[in-house]
């Protein structure tokens, strides 16, 4: 089945590591983005990439980093730099003739 | 101010009513879209439009361009329709900029 895998669904970090999230599409798109949750909040862009070896920063890029090694590959480390990483974090993809987006099911994060 | 708000933030219906979510938004835009979120987090996109309506069984989705003003009907409610529904407009340059959603509870 084509779609958006991340893993795991659940993370637990201690303050002060880095973690990297997964997210893998086998749908052949271009574009992948990362969005953060809050509670009452509406989903914000961290990073987002257009194509292979090229990606950009989003509005809350601080204290992330991003690679996109692969077309089907676009992980996301949260570093210690980040000062509230408890969030839940998805994943999306676009392709490039289409304005849809593709949501992948979501990492929930816990720092403590 | 935000540039997505959705109205009412929290709504609970009985079942078998018809209900209404609204999206204001206060950018130019290219395309529209409703989201619906379950429990689990998990993510699908319902509508995408650019004017008119569209309908997809007991889902209707309007949007007036000139009033920036876009709405989602559901007809005949049921508990499954119990989700949180998210207005995102496509700005030019295709970012997508998100309300903050609407939790909707349908009770039986």
């Known amino acids: 089945d084509g779609g958006i895998t991340q893993s795991p669904k659940y993370l637990f970090r201690k303050e002060g590591q880095n973690v990297t999230l997964s997210c893998e599409q086998n749908?052949?798109?271009?574009?992948m983005y990362w969005y953060r949750q809050d509670p009452g909040q509406g989903l914000r862009l961290i990073y987002y990439?257009?194509?292979?070896?090229?990606?950009q920063k989003g509005d809350i890029a601080e204290g992330y980093s991003v690679s996109r090694e692969k077309k089907e590959s676009f992980p996301l480390t949260v570093t210690s730099a980040q000062k509230n990483p408890t969030a839940f974090y998805l994943c999306a993809s676009r392709s490039s003739g289409s304005h849809e987006q593709y949501f992948g099911p979501g990492t929930r994060l816990t720092v403590t | 101010k935000n540039e997505v708000e959705q109205s009412p933030q929290n709504l609970t219906a009985q079942e078998g009513e018809f209900i209404t979510i609204n999206c204001s938004y206060s950018v130019g835009i290219s395309a529209l879209h409703w989201l619906q979120q379950h429990p689990g987090g998990g993510i699908v996109s319902l509508f995408m439009l650019s004017s008119g309506k569209k309908k997809h069984g007991r889902l209707i989705a309007t949007i007036n361009i000139q009033e920036k003003h876009s709405s989602l009907h559901i007809t005949a409610s049921h508990p499954r329709d119990s989700a949180v529904y998210i207005c995102a407009v496509m700005e030019y340059g295709n970012k997508l900029v998100f309300g903050a959603g609407t939790i909707l509870r349908v009770k039986s």
């Open positions: 990439s257009q194509i292979v070896n090229d990606f």
């Open positions: 749908l052949n798109h271009d574009a």
